[in-house]
Antibody, heavy 120, light 111 residues
């Protein structure tokens, strides 16, 4: 069974870059068996899809965040990453990584989530 | 404002059935059979309970069922149990520049 674990800085200053990684176990981040997403949830609010990366490296991003987001896969470390630039307080949220099995249009496995607070 | 519309809250007594609706457009819910539902207990990660409109993943109780009519999808939970109290989110694949859109979430209270 696939397991996902987010890690990264829990506190980021305004205008700086948020960086998170998602470690994959029980499967390969570089195989064609899965694609990978980042999803976030501001405190007390709903879920927002951030972006998605195929095993080929092709990416899709939420248009509202596209200019600031980069998602990448590191096959050697069996993980994938999120970078969000020029953050503001509005980017404060719990960030989840999630997987989608090949050909699946849903998120079958989720990490536990990590809270990122944007504050000076 | 979320792309998919869900009621903010629903409630029911143990043993009863409840239904949560999720309304979108022909570009998402109505255009694809790719609606999924997630259960989120307080402080926990979301858990997939229904995929592809009406399919239950392995391990999910058969008290959970899904359906769709036009641009509206529904999640029904029968035989309500205290453990069902949680937030529920729908999501759909979309032909817009977003690949996925979420509903705003529905808080289920078991009375």
């Amino acid at each position: 069974q696939l397991q996902l674990q987010e890690s990264g800085s829990g506190l980021v200053k305004p205008s700086q870059t948020l960086s998170l990684t998602c470690a994959v176990s029980g499967g390969s981040s570089g195989s064609g068996a899965y694609s990978w997403s980042w999803i976030r949830q501001p405190p007390g609010k709903g879920l927002e899809w951030i972006g998605y990366i195929y095993h080929t490296g092709t990416t899709y991003y939420n248009p509202s965040l596209k200019s600031r987001v980069t998602i990448s896969v590191d096959r050697s470390k069996n993980q994938f990453s999120l970078k969000l630039t020029s953050v503001t307080a509005a980017d404060t949220a719990v960030y989840y990584c999630a997987s989608s099995g090949r050909g699946n249009y849903y998120f079958d496995y989720w990490g536990q989530g990590t809270l990122v607070t944007v504050s000076s | 404002q979320s792309a998919l519309t869900q009621p903010a809250s629903v409630s029911g007594s143990p043993g009863q059935s409840i239904t949560i609706s999720c309304t979108g457009t022909s570009s998402d819910v109505g255009g694809y059979n790719y609606v999924s539902w997630y259960q989120q207990h307080l402080g926990k990660a979301p858990k997939l309970v229904i995929c592809d409109v009406s399919n239950r993943p392995s391990g999910v109780s058969n008290r959970f069922s899904g359906s769709k009519s036009g641009n509206t999808a529904s999640l029904t939970i029968s035989g309500l149990q205290a453990e069902d109290e949680a937030d529920y989110y729908c999501t759909s694949y979309t032909s817009s520049r977003n690949l996925w859109v979420f509903g705003g979430g529905t808080k289920l209270t078991v009375l």
